[in-house]
């Protein structure tokens, strides 16, 4: 199964879905990212932070969704915040669509502590849901009820459980 991350500069929080997503997933489960105006760089932040989180960062890198069009996805999950105005890239084909609102860390103003503090609470979030995810039944799931599934845990509050 793969699926596939976008949010609108594909630098930030798709990225960190995209990591962690595939340091939690079994054998069978791959995670892409895409951004719908693709900044063209992974932003350094993003990288220290999953290397924190002991997280490779290997081959991670910024791009337009039309890097997978020969190999679509099953599933597309928009990472982008709905409540900030910030457009969310569509995404056109069979894949099945959800979405996983996230505040933009990047936005975060302060110091380097309350900036740090607001990637890894992302990333936690990230986390929650990832995990989440991965522990659907999904042989028991027909594309109606995985859809469900999908929003509900894109609901997913930090602390609550799945």
Known sequence: MKVLFMCTANSCRSILSEAMFNHLAPSGFEAVSAGSVPRGQVLPRTLVTLREAGLSTEGLSSKGNDAFEDSPPDIVVTVCDKAAGEPCPVYFGPALKAHWGLEDPSDVKGDEAEISA???????????????????????????????????????????AP
């Open 118 to 160: 607001a990637f890894h609470a992302t990333l936690a979030r990230i986390e929650a849901r990832c995990r989440a995810f991965l522990a659907l039944p999904f042989e028991q799931l027909g594309r109606d009820e995985l859809k469900r599934e999908l929003d509900r845990i894109g609901n997913l509050q930090p602390g609550e």
